[in-house]
């Protein structure tokens, strides 16, 4: 068997379609809506034009299949161009895949096909307002009556949730049983009767996408929305960030790559002492170590969904490549407002706005905190 860092045609075509669209579309408009928070409809119309929308729906249902090693060439472009943006397109990846992995073909049909003919939004609606790393104080319910489910409860943080046409909703069928067999997993219409979003959140950055907390009041979910079997629904949550977390470790590779280009190309503008401040060994080093940890970063990315595509489990890879990418694009960032000094802080240049991006990857799709908790575990409790 050998092992090549090299990418085929194909791969290499997919991969600059999605720096030209980052550098021609995404970077463009980023600054508007960083500063208004208004959500790129626009943008991701002409990514859906493209086929860089919804990229893993299967050729059965429309979509065109590509692999997760594909996705992660993708997200680290588009990235590139703007996490926020980013972020509001690879959220409808996070909600399709528990869909992909364990829902009829009829639901696949009615809810996925749709997205691959023209652009819809849909969320994934597992956080809870006093349920986010803790899986057993999830307290959203759904009770059978005949052939519904009563949905009744709210989530927090929803990315996409104000302008999502579904959401993919775990509840508590058993109580009891909890994470063990007693959460299920349905596909849930926002326009539903008691469906209700609230407004969207102000966050401290990525604000081009949107998001929200979303109430569940009596709401009656047909038994045939149900996604996978009944008790299933958090394996299926859970299945989905084996793919969905290699892809949001290359997105904080794409901005970590962003913020070294940035702080590389003004560190041979300004001059101190006589020359750039690239000849500095204080700043030549920095830059050093972003570049390094950038490459370990995207080979950690590379593995994990590598293993995947070949059928073999990769949650601790997932998981190493989430937890370090998201600390070291936080650790990139924070280096290049350093590198540009005074005008780092200002947002007349671009790496502030590239820290404030940054952040949210230590804490979203899993905090760093619970990925080192997995990692252990695979250590310790599963072996290597």
């Not at 070949?310 to 890879?317: D, F, L, P, W």
Request: hydrophobic fraction near 45%; glycine fraction near 10%; proline fraction near 3%.
């Amino acid at each position: 068997m050998s092992v090549s860092f090299q990418l085929s045609d194909e791969q290499q075509a997919l991969r600059e379609l999605a720096r030209e669209f980052a550098l021609h579309e995404i970077r463009p408009a980023a600054p508007h809506h960083d500063e208004t928070g208004e959500y790129p409809w626009e943008v991701l119309k002409k990514a859906h034009e493209i086929g860089l929308m919804n990229t893993h729906v299967e050729a059965d249902h429309g979509g065109l299949e590509l692999s997760a090693f594909d996705g992660i060439l993708l997200a680290e472009e588009l990235a590139w161009g703007c996490t926020g943006i980013g972020t509001a397109m690879e959220a409808n990846g996070l909600a399709q895949q528990p869909v992909i992995l364990g829902a009829s073909d009829a639901l696949k049909h009615k809810y996925l096909a749709p997205m691959t003919e023209e652009l819809q939004m849909c969320a994934y609606g597992v956080t809870e307002p006093g349920a986010g790393s803790d899986v057993q104080g999830m307290r959203t319910t759904a009770v059978k009556k005949g052939d519904k489910y009563i949905l009744n409860g709210s989530k927090m943080w929803i990315t996409n949730a104000g302008v999502a046409k579904w959401f993919f909703v775990v509840a508590l069928t058993d109580p009891e049983k909890k994470a063990r067999g007693g959460m299920t997993a349905f596909i849930v219409e926002a326009d539903w009767d008691g469906v209700e979003v609230g407004a969207k959140e102000k966050n401290l950055g990525q604000r081009a996408s949107d998001t929200r907390g979303i109430t569940f009041t009596n709401v009656e979910v047909p038994a045939e929305n149900m996604v996978g079997r009944e008790g299933d629904g958090w394996k299926l949550a859970m299945a989905a960030f084996d793919y969905t977390r290699p892809s949001v470790a290359a997105a904080a590779v794409g901005l970590a790559r962003a913020a070294m280009e940035y702080s590389m190309e003004y560190a041979m503008q300004r001059r101190a002492f006589g020359k750039p401040i690239a000849m500095h060994q204080a700043v030549n080093f920095m830059i050093a170590e972003m570049a390094m940890n950038i490459d370990a970063g995207r080979l950690l990315c590379w593995q994990a969904a590598q293993l995947k595509d070949a059928g073999v489990r990769n949650t601790m890879q997932s998981s190493m490549a989430k937890a370090f990418c998201a600390d070291m694009a936080m650790k990139v960032a924070t280096d290049a407002v350093q590198v540009y000094g005074g005008y780092g802080y200002s947002k007349e240049y671009p790496v502030e706005k590239l820290m404030r991006d940054a952040k949210i990857f230590q804490i979203y799709e899993g905090t760093s905190q619970i990925q080192r908790m997995i990692i252990g575990k695979e250590l310790f409790v599963r072996g290597r």
